[in-house]
């Protein structure tokens, strides 16, 4: 017996399995890459989201977000105002406009060049905002696939064996049912 042992504890002893790691020269481990490969994914993704991560705002950050929501309900709310006034004192009204008919053409080329920036810089943020929560979202999805894997180990058992459901209840007996099949 010493000597098969010896083969054994040459080829398997000592925490090492010399035929593993000689097939490994040739085959790559297939867990081993797996591994290093699901690491190299969650590094990137991490990155990712770091890189959109959003740093706390403070007051001062908040105040200017706010005044920063203004405009466009002011905007609706000044038209919808100027209809209101239309139809209450048409006079009143038409004085106002006669005072935006004198406006020089190149002040409403600038106004509207203000207005097309303020819309194109919010339309911007909002699109980058959204980029940033979809890293997020795409960072949580190693932790739901953890929660499944859980999720599908607690329905199988611990033995590998699905777990005992109820048996399904009996139908009710069906006295009409059971006559017509029988005269069919």
Not at 25 to 38: I, S
Not at 68 to 95: E, Q, S
Request: glycine fraction near 10%.
């Amino acid at each position: 017996m010493g000597l098969i042992e010896g083969i054994f504890t040459l080829l398997f002893g000592n925490g090492r399995n010399v035929v593993r790691e000689t097939a490994e020269v040739f085959r790559e481990n297939a867990e081993g890459a797996a591994l290093r490969e699901a690491g190299l994914h969650e590094a990137a993704l991490d990155q990712f989201a770091a890189e959109f991560a959003r740093p706390r705002r403070g007051l001062f950050d908040r105040v200017i977000d706010g005044l920063n929501r203004l405009p466009r309900p002011a905007l609706a709310l000044g038209t919808v105002g100027l209809f209101i006034a239309a139809m209450t004192d048409p006079i009143w009204f038409a004085a106002r406009m006669q005072g935006i008919a004198l406006v020089p053409e190149p002040l409403w080329w600038l106004l509207g060049a203000i207005i097309s920036f303020y819309f194109g810089a919010r339309h911007q943020a909002k699109g980058q905002e959204f980029q940033r929560s979809i890293a997020e979202t795409i960072t949580r999805a190693s932790q739901v696939t953890g929660n499944l894997q859980a999720l599908r180990a607690l329905e199988t058992g611990a033995g590998g064996e699905t777990a005992a459901l109820p048996a399904p209840a009996e139908p009710e007996r069906n006295a009409a049912l059971e006559e017509w099949r029988a005269g069919a």
